[in-house]
């Protein structure tokens, strides 16, 4: 079998009209094992605008494992940042400058903040302090996590609670969603996209601000369908993100039909003689 030429496959993707995207899918890890996190970088880390070590996992795994996947992505210059429950329950407890910390000791890029299921006694500046103090950038979470979909009130208020959090230096915002993405957030109870809704997020922050957690194939390709191929998702496993990129280049059967995502036409028509035929 002859080698393929490197960089062909781009070459050829570029020839048949799919569109160059930057990297927009933040890779979820929740705990999978160190070679599977390795393997999953090598093999699209150039997809990964970050990997989230997701929840708690990489406070109660084994240390030596933890620092694998984060030299791993830090080798293939990915990002990493670690989810917001442990901000929570860290903030909640009166140990935040500890938990940020471990944070910076165990190589961490970023770490989320948020209000999911706990009342942050501190205010936007104060964690933004203590985080940049320590080298650490932060991205906010809005939304709760157990109080159901948004109404249109409840959006608006997260919009100002966002801005308030952009105006004290947080680098993005991320929009709720859990493991689910159903009965919470932009999602009803049949995990339903409320368009209208995640609209006004686009529209007050833009796309490179605002990310959408996307956790189930039907969150990923509706945001996909809505946005086009810029909008910024996360929560995606590191198994399914393949899978993401291919419907996010209109690669994929069922985004092949939406004009947002279908490549566009080739200038001229593909040559399909066979040059190597006699």
Excluded at 102 to 122: N, P, Y
Excluded at 127 to 145: H, I, P, T, W
Excluded at 162 to 177: D, I, N
Aim: with cysteine; proline share 5%; aromatic share 8%.
């Amino acid at each position: 079998m002859n080698a393929i030429p490197e960089d062909a496959a781009a070459a050829y993707l570029r020839r048949l009209g799919v569109a160059e995207v930057p990297r927009a899918t933040v890779a979820f890890d929740p705990g999978y094992d160190p070679a599977t996190v390795v393997a999953h970088i090598e093999q699209s880390g150039r997809f990964m605008p970050m990997l989230k070590l997701s929840m708690a996992t990489w406070l109660i795994a084994d240390e030596s494992a933890v620092q694998r996947k984060i030299a791993a992505a830090r080798a293939h210059d990915v990002p990493v940042v670690c989810g917001g429950g442990p901000f929570e329950i860290a903030a909640a407890q009166q140990v935040l400058p500890e938990y940020l910390d471990l944070c910076a000791a165990v190589g961490m890029t970023r770490i989320e903040a948020g209000e999911g299921f706990t009342d942050l006694v501190h205010d936007p500046g104060t964690v933004l302090d203590l985080a940049s103090a320590r080298g650490l950038e932060v991205q906010f979470e809005l939304g709760r996590k157990h109080d159901g979909p948004f109404d249109a009130a409840e959006a608006e208020e997260l919009v100002e609670k966002g801005r308030r959090w952009l105006g004290a230096g947080a680098a993005q915002l991320v929009v709720e969603a859990r493991e689910s993405a159903a009965g919470v957030g932009l999602f009803g109870t049949d995990g339903s996209l409320d368009v209208h809704l995640a609209d006004v997020f686009a529209d007050a922050f833009g796309l490179a601000t605002v990310v959408f957690e996307a956790p189930t194939k039907a969150s990923q390709f509706a945001m996909l369908d809505h946005f086009g191929h810029d909008v910024w998702l996360t929560n995606v496993r590191l198994e399914e993100l393949l899978r993401v990129e291919i419907y996010r280049r209109g690669l994929h059967s069922d985004s092949w039909s939406n004009e947002r995502l279908r490549p566009a036409a080739p200038a001229s028509p593909i040559d399909t003689t066979d040059s190597g035929r006699g």
